[in-house]
């Protein structure tokens, strides 16, 4: 195994995930700090690898959510299990859909 020091450690996980895959090692959970998760990652680890990335997601820096304008993800409760969303207004979603996922490469 690779350790690759990064400003952005979730770029090294493409890499990592496809050497994973190649000594059949891939997990279906991969638990990853801070420095890995981002919501472009984590889709792209579930579309590419059918990884699910499990980490804390950095704050949001929306211009809205610094200017407390708006609203922003930790407005929204997103239930994985049940598959909804509860919006701030206390309406919950009924179209939940999962992107297709494609084959690993």
Same mark, same amino acid.
């Given at each position: 195994?690779?350790? =690759?020091?990064?400003?952005?450690? +979730?770029? /090294?996980?493409?890499?990592?995930? $496809? !050497?994973?895959? #190649?000594?059949? &090692?891939?997990?279906?959970?991969?638990? =990853?700090?801070?420095?890995?998760? +981002?919501? /472009?990652?984590?889709?792209?680890? $579930? !579309?590419?690898? #059918?990884?699910? &990335?499990?980490?804390?997601?950095?704050?949001?820096?929306?211009?809205?959510?610094?200017?407390?304008?708006?609203?922003?993800?930790?407005?929204?409760?997103?239930?994985?299990?049940?598959?909804?969303?509860?919006?701030?207004?206390?309406?919950?979603?009924?179209?939940?859909?999962?992107?297709?996922?494609?084959?690993?490469?």
């Amino acid at each position: 195994m690779a350790t =690759v020091v990064s400003s952005a450690d +979730s770029q /090294a996980l493409p890499g990592i995930h $496809a !050497r994973l895959r #190649r000594l059949r &090692l891939l997990p279906g959970q991969h638990l =990853v700090d801070g420095g890995y998760t +981002s919501v /472009a990652g984590m889709d792209a680890a $579930a !579309r590419h690898h #059918r990884v699910t &990335l499990i980490g804390p997601l950095p704050p949001s820096t929306s211009p809205q959510h610094r200017a407390q304008d708006g609203f922003g993800r930790d407005n929204f409760i997103i239930d994985f299990d049940q598959r909804e969303v509860t919006f701030p207004n206390g309406q919950i979603s009924g179209n939940w859909q999962d992107f297709p996922v494609a084959e690993p490469t």
